[in-house]
């Protein structure tokens, strides 16, 4: 059974650093792309950052584009997520994810439970 | 960036309905569009992916059709389970964005 256990959400004051983890595990894990993915509250999905499978692509949307870091460790089957200049519009639950195929783009298969980030003075 | 539209924003039906749900996209994204349900405090759900192809395990009352930019998720028969919010996403080109949803309620 595919797991994905996040990590490292909390409250944090506008402009600070936050870092995200991502547990993986029931799969092959250095096979699939990851995604980050997040749901501010009570609004819709938006797509934050993906992985290549051997973490040498990494994507971003604009809204988070030079602020966000996406890593991955093949090794131990987790991916990260370091957020820099945090602002009130980066509040939101945030999903790791992981494809449904091997493809670089494939659709999301399985997905964590979330990690709430509140950022807030 | 692409731009998915989904219509009605507000479906309100009654169980054993047909639901009709629909994505527009701002440009072709192929078959490459993908369906999500979320249900309240749930993390999202693969229902159809590449247009009309059902993922593991979901139920044949639900069916994808269209291509291009334009997109259809079916239900045939509601079943109470079913009411939820429901996600369009493309994965044609980066970003791989989703439309802004369209929630299901019981009538």
């Given at each position: 059974e595919v797991q994905l256990l996040e990590s490292g959400g909390g409250l944090i004051q506008p402009g600070g650093s936050l870092g995200l983890s991502c547990a993986a595990s029931g799969f092959t894990f250095s096979n699939y792309a990851m995604t980050w993915v997040r749901q501010a509250p009570g609004k819709g999905l938006e797509w934050v950052s993906g992985i290549s499978a051997s973490g040498g692509t990494t994507y971003y949307a604009d809204s988070v584009k030079g602020r966000f870091t996406i890593s991955r460790d093949n090794s131990k089957k987790t991916v990260s997520l370091q957020?820099?200049?945090?602002?009130?519009?980066?509040?939101?639950?945030?999903?790791?994810?992981?494809?449904?195929?091997?493809?670089?783009?494939?659709?999301?298969?399985?997905?964590?439970?979330?990690?709430?980030?509140?950022?807030?003075? | 960036e692409i731009v998915l539209t989904q219509s009605p924003a507000t479906l309100s039906l009654s169980p054993g309905e047909r639901a009709t749900l629909s994505c527009r996209a701002s440009q072709s994204v192929s078959g490459y569009l993908a369906w999500y349900q979320q249900k309240p405090g749930q993390a999202p759900r693969l229902l159809i992916y590449d247009a009309s192809n059902r993922a593991t395990g979901i139920p044949a009352r639900f069916s994808g059709s269209g291509s291009g930019t334009d997109f259809t998720l079916t239900i045939s028969s509601l079943e109470p389970e079913d009411f939820a919010v429901y996600y369009c996403q493309h994965r044609s080109y980066w970003p791989p964005g989703f439309g802004q949803g369209t929630r299901l309620e019981i009538k």
């Open positions: 957020m820099n200049s945090l602002t009130a519009e980066d509040t939101a639950v945030y999903y790791c994810a992981k494809g449904y195929s091997t493809q670089t783009t494939a659709p999301i298969g399985s997905w964590g439970r979330g990690t709430l980030v509140t950022v807030s003075s | -």
